[in-house]
Nanobody, 128 residues
Framework: QLQLAESGGGLVQPGGSLRLSCASS????????IGWFRQAPGKEREGVSC????????NYADSVKGRFTISRDNAKNEVFLQMNNLKPEDTGVYFC?????????????????????WGQGTQVTVSS
């Protein structure tokens, strides 16, 4: 069974940066589309970014475009989410997931319906 583990969350002031990591043991993440999602208290899980399988095409939610960057390091079998200029509304639990597709349509956030295996999440809190 594919298992994912997120790391890199924490408490940061507005305007700060964090880099989240998604790692898997035993499964080559390059074979999968990888998505990052987040969930704030009392809200639904929403797509943040995704990257296609076997390539580097990416998509972002409008709310994070220009601030977040998703990338792969195939040598380390990890996928990263670099988050810059963080805002209080970025607060939530961030999850990575593997799936069948990263939809590359501007303005269309990644959807959880395309993702089948999920990590346990890492907390990101943006507060002064």
């Amino acid at each position: 069974q594919l298992q994912l583990a997120e790391s890199g969350g924490g408490l940061v002031q507005p305007g700060g940066s964090l880099r989240l990591s998604c790692a898997s043991s035993g499964f080559n993440l390059d074979y999968y589309a990888i998505g990052w999602f987040r969930q704030a208290p009392g809200k639904e899980r929403e797509g943040v970014s995704c990257i296609v399988s076997g390539g580097d095409s990416t998509n972002y939610a409008d709310s994070v475009k220009g601030r977040f960057t998703i990338s792969r390091d195939n040598a380390k079998n990890e996928v990263f989410l670099q988050m810059n200029n963080l805002k209080p509304e970025d607060t939530g639990v961030y999850f990575c997931a593997v799936g069948e597709r990263c939809v590359l349509r501007p303005g269309v956030k990644p959807s959880p319906i395309h993702y089948t295996s999920w990590g346990q999440g890492t907390q990101v809190t943006v507060s002064s």
